[in-house]
């Protein structure tokens, strides 16, 4: 009786393990998101900006176990609020480019979704217009960056998700940048460049799918 019992557990058994699938790997992808950056420890940047957004493009190459390795460029843009130094007049804008690498790990949780997490180096350029300013000032120097994000597929190549990072540049936001020797009204003189992130994203691979989707 128990070899028998055992026997007809063992076919029970049989196609639930055949039925079991294994998890995706991780393909060559292409990403991008759409960010909006929140000054951190900065008031003054805080009340002289507004942020128009700020989008990341990067391409993703697996290497080993869900560890890969990137490259991309990322854009963000701020108008000036021009009485925000009265009687100082900002108007004018500011953008910050950059260009970078970045090591990342990701892992599929279910048959459907997966984390990306992700360490960027780079270098980054600040580029102030306004009408305090001298010339157009530029700031260049090193940037970092972490980042993690969790993504549900919509079909076997394209996945959306949601992001969060913290981003830092190494060097300072102060009144020198436009045109001031000190920020009118004011007893702080800014501070470096620290960023929390927010946003949406998506990956798309470069595979035939079994969707026949690109």
Known sequence: MRGAATIGISLLLVPLGAGAQPLPTFKATAQGSFMLPLALQN????????????VDGAFNLPLYKGIGIGAGVNGTWY??????LSPAVTAGTTDRLLAYGKLWWGRYTGPRTFFLVDAKLGRSTWDWQCTTCRQNERQTGFHWALDAGYFVHA?????FGVLLGYQEDAYNFGPGVIGLERFPGRTDMGGRYRFLTVGLG?????QRSRERDW
Do not use: I, K, W
């Open 43 to 54: 008031p003054v940047f805080n009340g002289l900006t507004s942020t128009m957004g700020q």
């Open 79 to 84: 108008e000036l609020n021009e009485n925000a």
């Open 202 to 206: 998506f990956t798309t691979g470069f």
């Open 155 to 159: 079909s076997d190549n394209l996945a």
